[in-house]
């Protein structure tokens, strides 16, 4: 039972209180990969003061989390929030996981919208201005919205390339790319943890390897890191990891590779030689780990499933195209047979496989939730029928999930000691206009991995859990004073029951909340306790290598 308890102050001149707050008679899990300790930890404004036996000293405030798990507060290392965070600073599927610091910016990010590059109509539903400029812009935006988690965010190379190179399918000229560097050159020094690509998705797919070399050496330079969603996961993996890891040797920056799986069932199996290839890599000297969610279904708008040329100068480009029934049978025919110069995200699913998550308003919402394969037979259609006319209906705004890895492919990487844990997801809502189609990654993706592969199936630890979810994840991302639960670091903390904690969302209903998350502390604030929100909004924007102080040392 989580209890609230107040310490009296005896006296009319009551002495000055050592700790703000102090967390009660947990099992402390540090984020070190340390086995659990029980132990009070002692808040003093944003920072733990102490950790040991606190409960004679003299506290304003104590939170009694006896049975509970202890921990930092998780990490998501690959979240989608930027937008979400400021319609709806309580970020709730989010901090119900635990989650207290997000990093976002895979290919796109709001703190480096421009007038050409903005997508306001995503703001437009909310009310919410584009009112800012750059990432100190966005920062200060944030904070005025206030937020209960932290969020930082990465520098993704699809917006350089989309501001400077624009929407077709060719190589960056000398100068362009002079200004693509000083772009990524400036996000850095504003900030940035680092930059990213996501090479499956127009325009990002145009980049060449040397571009993102460039790029990515630019973000060394300030200490930061290159994430790559890779340029396929499924029929040509291994090249596309050949890839990321020469651009990290190249470049001389660490690689993170961005939600790690083994997609299409005729490569099932892989994931055993997906890690091994990574681990030659890291013994080569190429500092290169992963991020993964739980899951075996990915998820991302059905205009992906497309060749890139089909795609190639924007969605209002790509739907003139598919106007063309010329175009269709052409793609579909590229489709139905090629491999190479794109991600063939239908032969890795099948239509039985690719299962309709959200549509635009307008458009007939009975078809979320259910698979392409099975519309087309409801309908008496041919499935590629079904299929474009949900592009064209949708006016290539609908989202989808993709059944494509298998669970023993999920279990062997997240085996792997290099991998930390992200949702690929923005923070969202069961109701209101947040309560859009969604992923069962954007609720129970840290739970998950805690109530099923922890306590139910052991495949790791509970102490080497919580250090992916921590202070790995930090050191993977250079998040400085988080991570670690220890004197002078930030006090984002989390406690859980570790015989409850599970993930609730499915497929099918994927707007239910987790269950076993009783208490998070953000910058050294209560945001949830006894399960339930406070209304507190201590987040704020976290920066990267360029702006981060010396680690403070207590």
């Known amino acids: 039972m989580l209890a609230v308890l107040v310490a009296a102050a005896p006296g009319c001149q009551p002495a000055p209180l050592p700790f703000d707050l102090v967390l009660l008679g947990g099992r402390v899990v540090d984020g070190t990969g340390q086995p659990p300790q ?6 003093r404004g944003d920072r733990i003061a102490e950790i040991g036996e606190l409960a004679s000293r003299r506290t304003g405030r104590a939170i009694d989390v006896t049975g509970l798990v202890v921990s930092p507060g998780f990490i998501d290392v690959q979240g989608q929030s930027g937008v979400t965070l400021l319609a709806d600073g309580r970020g709730e599927s989010h901090l119900r996981q635990g989650i207290t610091t997000e990093i976002i910016g895979e290919a796109s990010s709001p703190a480096f919208w421009t007038e ?9 539903p909310f009310g919410v201005p584009f009112d ?52 990524v050159d400036q996000a850095m020094r504003d900030g940035a943890f680092g930059v990213s690509s996501a090479l499956i998705y127009a325009p990002g797919a145009y980049a060449s390897t040397d571009e993102l070399v460039a790029l990515a050496r630019v973000a060394g330079r300030y200490g930061g890191v290159y994430v790559s969603h890779v340029r396929g996961e499924s029929f040509r993996l291994l090249e596309a990891l050949d890839e990321a890891v020469r651009i990290g040797r190249e470049a001389a920056v660490p690689v993170v590779i961005f939600h790690l799986k083994v997609a299409a069932r005729a490569n ?14 890291q013994q080569s000297g190429v500092d290169v780990s992963a991020t993964m969610y739980p899951y075996t279904a990915g998820g991302t708008n059905l205009n992906a499933t497309l060749p890139l040329w ?66 087309a037979r409801e309908r008496n259609q041919d499935p590629w029928e079904t299929y474009f006319s949900l592009l064209r209906d949708g006016a290539g705004q609908v989202g989808a999930l993709f059944h494509m890895m298998s669970e023993q492919d999920v279990r062997t990487g997240l085996g792997w000691g290099s991998v930390t844990i992200g949702t690929d997801s923005a923070a969202v809502r069961p109701d209101g206009l947040l309560a859009r189609g969604a992923h069962p990654r954007a609720y129970g993706t840290f ?48 406690a859980f029951d570790l015989a409850t904690i599970a993930d609730r969302a499915t497929y ?47």
Do not use: K
């Open 116 to 124: 050409t590059t903005s997508e306001t109509d995503a703001l437009a």
């Open 310 to 375: 089909v795609q190639e100068g924007g969605r209002e480009a790509m739907l003139a195209r598919l106007a063309d029934p010329a175009v269709r049978a052409r793609a579909r025919r590229e489709i139905e047979t090629t491999i190479d110069g794109w991600e063939n995200l239908i032969l890795g699913s099948t239509f039985d496989g690719i299962q309709v998550a959200s549509v635009p308003a307008g458009m007939d919402h009975g078809v979320v939730g259910r698979r392409i394969g099975e519309l």
């Open 447 to 494: 739970p998950r991995v805690l109530g099923t592969y922890v306590r139910d199936e052991g495949l790791l630890s509970l102490p080497e859990a919580i250090r992916r979810m921590t202070s790995a994840a930090a050191a993977q991302f250079r998040i400085r004073d988080r991570g670690i639960l220890r004197a002078g670091m930030y006090a984002d903390v989390v």
């Open 38 to 43: 029980r132990a009070d930890i002692g808040i």
């Open 268 to 281: 099932w199996g892989r994931m055993s030689d997906v890690v091994r290839r990574l681990g030659e890599a």
């Open 132 to 183: 800012w400029n750059g990432l100190p812009g966005y920062a200060e935006r944030l904070r005025r919205r206030g937020t209960t988690i932290n969020l930082g965010t990465l520098v993704p190379a699809t917006m350089a390339r989309r501001e400077i190179v624009g929407l077709q399918n060719r190589t960056a000229t000398p100068d362009e790319l002079a200004r693509m560097e000083a772009f």
């Open 508 to 554: 099918e209903q994927p707007h239910q909340y987790p269950a076993g998350v009783r208490c998070v502390v953000v910058n050294g604030v209560p945001v949830i306790e006894s399960g339930e929100l406070t209304g507190a909004r201590p987040g704020r924007p976290i920066f990267g290598p360029a702006l981060q102080p010396a680690t403070r040392q207590n």
